[in-house]
């Protein structure tokens, strides 16, 4: 199944690993056929492939599941249905789901507050519905099992990736063409995010400010990211500061995953100051395309990062400041980091997903 939101006109973090699983899971020999909710297929005028149909929408198989309880099932064609969003229904095959995080029954806070408290209600129903549930980093069973309930047994954990040519090296001239088109010298610091509560990006604003006026000249800090949810304040403030003369680009519309990657590889650091993340994808797009990383220490990103990124309290500007000087900075530290984000990154693909995912399938299947 596939459920790819879009943020901004670019795929959200579901949205990356579900296509990453359609492309990659036909390699280990599973037979793959996409679906999706009937009121997603609009979506597919933006140019995102989101299949099949189900044969009726999440919200009137959910009103009559709670209408029949354990009576009903959803019919599907198949071996196995994995549901890569939290829109879990009974079927009649074995229903693997990913839980990507507990963030919005944990911290409604830094989520979107439209329909939060029924959304909430409405996940932790639906959970209980699959067989088994992929959870992407060890961090997240303890918390999938308090805000869900989830039983731990039922619980595998896989991590997410990067495609092989993120390993591989770019056209210098294409990457030379994207950063000329976006008026960026090399070396700026990089975030890439939606712009919202949780990931931080006015704390990582307020650590920029602290840098020396001259670091701040010589590196730009480019912010990859779309509007989200409660950033008005901190849209304010970006805008407020370009209009002040700080070296600050703001790319909210950039979909081009060629162009991201390029941007990656203009980078000279890579900041990711996150107050949770149930993996923390872009840190791996960092490493495989040897930019030193800064990183948040909280929630699932030690996990992520093995000690390869300079690792901060999220909540200290003034750490992740000295963090960011020091990797602009000291040609030892970016050294190891490079290194030893390198070899994490050549760990952590998307084919190594799929190859495990498909594992899950089969264990679920012989049950």
Known sequence: MIEPGLTGGRLD????YTTALLRHLPRTGCSVLPYSWPR??????????????????????????LATPGAHRVHMPADLFHVTDYRIVRMDCPVVATLHDALPIKYPEWCNPRLRSVKNWLQRKATAKADHVIALSHFAIDELVECFGVNPNRVSVVYCGVDDEWLEPAD???????????QLDPGYFLTVGTLQPRKNVDRLLDAWLMLPRALRDERALVVVGARGWRCEALVARLETARADGENIVWLNALT???QLRHLYLG???????????????????????RVPVVSSNASS?????????????PLDARALADAMHTLANDSAE?????????ERAEQLTWHATARQTADVYRAVLSQ
């Open 13 to 16: 973090g579901i949205g990356v």
């Open 334 to 342: 970016r050294a190891r980091c490079i290194a030893a984000g390198r």
């Open 172 to 182: 210098p001239q294409a990457v030379s063409a994207t950063l000329a088109h976006y």
């Open 301 to 313: 990103l030690p996990e992520v990062t093995l000690g390869a990124a300079l690792e901060v309290d």
């Open 256 to 258: 081009d995953p060629v």
């Open 40 to 65: 997603l297929r609009s979506r597919a005028a933006a140019g995102i492939s989101i299949g099949q149909p189900l044969p009726q929408s999440f919200e009137t198989a959910s009103l009559v599941d």
């Open 267 to 289: 980078a000279g650091v890579f900041v990711f100051p996150s107050l949770y993340e149930g993996f923390g994808i872009p840190i791996v797009e960092a490493f495989a395309s």
